[in-house]
């Protein structure tokens, strides 16, 4: 019975399926407000050296490693580590654990917000000040995290509409929800982005923004901030350490190019976070001469960049403001959705490995319990709790995930033996300076992250919020999730991971 159990894993129907799925869930909001801001930041043109040098270093080898991991053991994270050793099974179920009960809780209600903006679209609601609109009007931020006030009924909707779709592209399965949903989604997102880059750098002033946003400085690669950006950057950007992956890669079939599809995904990943980067930046510089000031005065980043800048650009537009607007947001649903479905696929892929309860029963549940978890995002104080998960969990969860991930496939299992697997699947070689990338330095670039963010910690409490504040919402998400990850490792499998490798 266990071996019958064992071969009814899904598949991709399809190569450019995988590829489209990887590369929708690599390609997230961040690609969009996240990078060109960096990149204004640190150097402007200089800062894709290091950003290129982060690719090589760390980026590809990774992608590789938690490719060729997923379709070495035909399993989830947890299910894969458990095949090397049961005592690190934890480590898997971390991963996608506070993944799916914290990054994606707070993910889908920025989703939500763009869903809101993009029927606000419509009508340009944000008025003359999108900063007063966007913080007092639509999100009501209260003073601190711990004054939750009332929950936001318009975002509220929104999220409802954003877990109804996760759930239900997740609900079909993996060729006909999550394949047909890519093949969909990301020629969609692509084309999308097209019409606005190319619509961006026609408008006046678009030069200005654009001689900022690649204007190499190459005096800022003295500084270490400028690399330490760099890597995190790639690191964050290519979804590595979610766990996501490893799932995606235990659908392929057993002949695949490994080395030459993690290649085409991270490249297609970071080509498109620059290609975004000019239609942000030709916006901004019109935005500048249409208020006669200067580029740095109109740049912000993240949030700030998403529904303050762009919805005052919009409004601004000398013609067809509505429909930028309505493009523009409509790009940054379709892109949070690509990468949402993902990380529900990842908690899944794994639940049912373990316990083989039906697919459309944890689906189901999962989704139901993420739009319950994501509600207090959606209260008056979810911006401060949304901003506190997020700094912890990447800045510390990720990062620790992404060690322990080199430390168990370079040391305990041997990078040597995926390195020849990966050779055996694969026309494009690995040599064996991989197997040093992912024992010694991809391990040590990542502790170098760490401990940056560790110093920049305990220097000052993260963007002023009370101490306990951050401890609570923080740090204790963290340990809440590694200890459901203990309970949930220390359970029986339904089918022992060794068993489930039988073909």
Known sequence: MSTQLAHHRPQWKTHIGFLLAAIGSAI????????????????????????????????????ILEIGLGHKMRGSAPASYATISKRWEWTGWWQIIFVMFGIVLYYSVVIAWCLNFFFYSFSLSWGADPNQFFFKNFLMTSASPFQIGDIRTPILFSLAVVWFLNWFIEFLGVEKGLERANKFFMPLLFLLMAILVFWSVRLPGAQQGLNIYLKPDFSKLKEMGVWIDAFSQIFFTLSLGFGIMIAYASYLPKKVEIVKDAITISLTNCFFSIFAGFGVFAVLGYMAQATAQPVNAVV?????????????????????????????????????????????????????DKFHYSRKAVVSIICISGFLGSIIFTAQGGLFWLDIADHFLTQYGLVIAAILECIIIGWIYQAKRLNEHINHTSTLRLSSLWNHQVKVIIPIVLVIILVNSLIQEFSSAYEGYPVLSLILIGRDWLIFSLFAAVVISARSWKIEPSQRMQH
């Open 300 to 352: 912000s980043q993240s949030i700030g960049l998403a529904f303050v800048a762009f919805p005052k650009a919009i409004s601004l537009l000398p013609t067809l403001s509505r429909i930028f607007g309505i493009l523009f947001f409509g790009s940054l649903v379709i892109a949070g959705l690509s990468s949402s479905i993902s990380i529900i696929e990842a908690f899944t892929s794994g639940i049912v």
């Open 28 to 63: 997230g909001l961040g690609n969009i407000w996240r990078f060109p801001y960096l990149c204004y930041k640190n150097g402007g043109g200089a800062f894709l050296i290091p950003y290129f040098v982060a690719l090589l270093v760390v980026g590809i080898p990774l992608m």
